[in-house]
């Protein structure tokens, strides 16, 4: 099982840098169509668009619809639950339901739960109670299979960059590590937000975070050279019951521009 990962894709049709975003969005599916063996599932971990508006989920669906394998999201603070759920109501997160955008997908050998870690107040993530008993009922509903849990937040204190703490409390933070090993077979977490690679643990569990799809807003080192390409994650899953994670830096452009934008 091979899980392409994208994250932060920001499309925002008023941004000066609206078109370069929105290309780094469709070269990085380009790229996923070139993957041999190809992947069979694309998930995109949340801030797909940046200001929640719905001609920039049109934008963004009609890029990911280039994908052949199937596209599941996870909100980001910057998205609007119900203009994404508009957007993506056929496919990508489920149609209706609760407020939250939480869900499993079954279809693989390795189940995928995406997790809504939005919090109504600030930029940070939340995981109330009532989520937590929600993620518990989706991963308890099958009791065979290892789980992947895909969300927007990292579920861990992240030692680089200027913000270890991505939750608005350390109750929140607790509370979903405590969740995620409740039944100790969730076997990762992918995750964005801080829109940098890097990686954690919650326990046994390893917490992988891909970096920002839009190049703009990428944070990290890289290379001249490299700063215009998108970089992504491809997971594979091992029978034996670990994913490996490889950094995936996607073709060069034939022209790009060369706005930056915050
Ligand atoms: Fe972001």
New binding site residues.
Partial sequence: MIVAQIS?T?IAHREPDAARRASDLARTIADIETLDPPADVVIHT??VVHGGHPEDYACAASLLRQARAPVYLAP???DDRENLRDAFRQWGCPASGPRFIDYAIDDFPVRLIAVDTLSSSSNKGDFCAERAARLIDLIDTEAAKPVAVFMHHPPFVVTVGPDPLNFVTPQALTRLQQTLQHSGRVTAVFC??V?RSTSGRIGRITAMVAP?TATT?RKGDFPARLCARPVYHVHRFDPNGEFGTEARIVSEPSTVGATQSG
């Fill in positions: 932060d920001h949340g801030d980001g603070n910057r964005g937000h829109h920002c807003l």
